[in-house]
């Protein structure tokens, strides 16, 4: 199993460009969540997924957009990426509540907006 | 919502040594603390939980103490080892439903061989 994978590992943007994130698990897992991840601020969840089809903004959404088409693909969008969202984004998937509770996170996508 | 704090942000000790972690959590409702290592460049990993059914878990050098009364948890590492130097962050949550952890801001444990 690879497990939790990202897509792409590094990216650097000009201010106004657009992009997406790519997560992919194989694990089966219902629960898929987006968190950026900058100094000192710990983990901040930006959407997340309970299962296919369905998204939910979570503690800082603004200027991101997710879908979640297939059960194991969860997108996080950028429209007009903005300086502010320098950032490291960390994707995490977790099975089902009766599954237990241990998130399993991605390697990391470290994005820089000039 | 929940609201977990974290302290202390860097702890630095000789290898050998104990650390301590602490937390505190503002929502009653939270059943579920996991804790969390990651190493510098490398993604967060799960090293132990606790469930607010138990006031104490053990696995080897790391132990967790929880008390649901003061609302806090504290994550305990003996011995510690270069190997240990990482970032260690709490979470809190309940976990039925959504299931949306709320993460600490994080440690900064550094091991002096």
């Known amino acids: 199993n690879a497990g939790v994978t990202q897509t792409p590992k590094f990216r650097v943007l000009k201010t106004g460009q657009s992009m997406t994130l790519l997560c992919a698990q194989d694990?089966?897992?219902?629960?898929m969540y987006w968190y950026r991840q900058d100094p000192g601020m710990g983990l901040r969840l930006i959407h997340y997924?309970?299962?296919?089809?369905?998204?939910a903004k979570g503690e800082v959404p603004d200027g991101y957009n997710v879908s979640r088409l297939k059960k194991q693909n969860f997108l996080l969008g950028l429209e007009s990426a903005a300086p502010s969202q320098t950032s490291v984004y960390f994707c995490?998937?977790?099975?089902?509540?009766?599954?237990?509770?241990?998130?399993?996170f991605g390697p990391g996508t470290r994005l820089t907006v000039l | 919502g929940e609201n977990v704090e974290q302290h202390p942000s860097t702890l630095s000790v000789q290898e050998g040594d104990s650390a301590v972690i602490k937390c505190t959590y503002s929502d009653s409702a939270s059943n579920y603390f996991p804790w969390y290592k990651q190493e510098l460049g490398k993604r967060p990993q799960l090293i132990i939980d606790i469930r607010s059914n138990v006031g104490e878990k053990k696995d080897q050098r790391i132990a967790v103490t929880l008390n649901k009364t003061a609302k806090h948890f504290s994550l305990h590492i003996t011995e510690t080892q270069p190997e240990d130097s990482a970032v260690y962050f709490c979470?809190?949550?309940?976990?039925?439903?959504?299931?949306?952890?709320?993460f600490g801001r994080g440690t900064s444990l550094i091991v002096h061989p």
């Open positions: 979470a809190a949550s309940y976990s039925g439903g959504s299931y949306i952890p709320t």
């Open positions: 694990m089966n897992h219902e629960y």
């Open positions: 997924s309970v299962g296919e089809g369905t998204t």
């Open positions: 995490a998937s977790r099975p089902g509540t009766s599954r237990g509770n241990e998130q399993f």
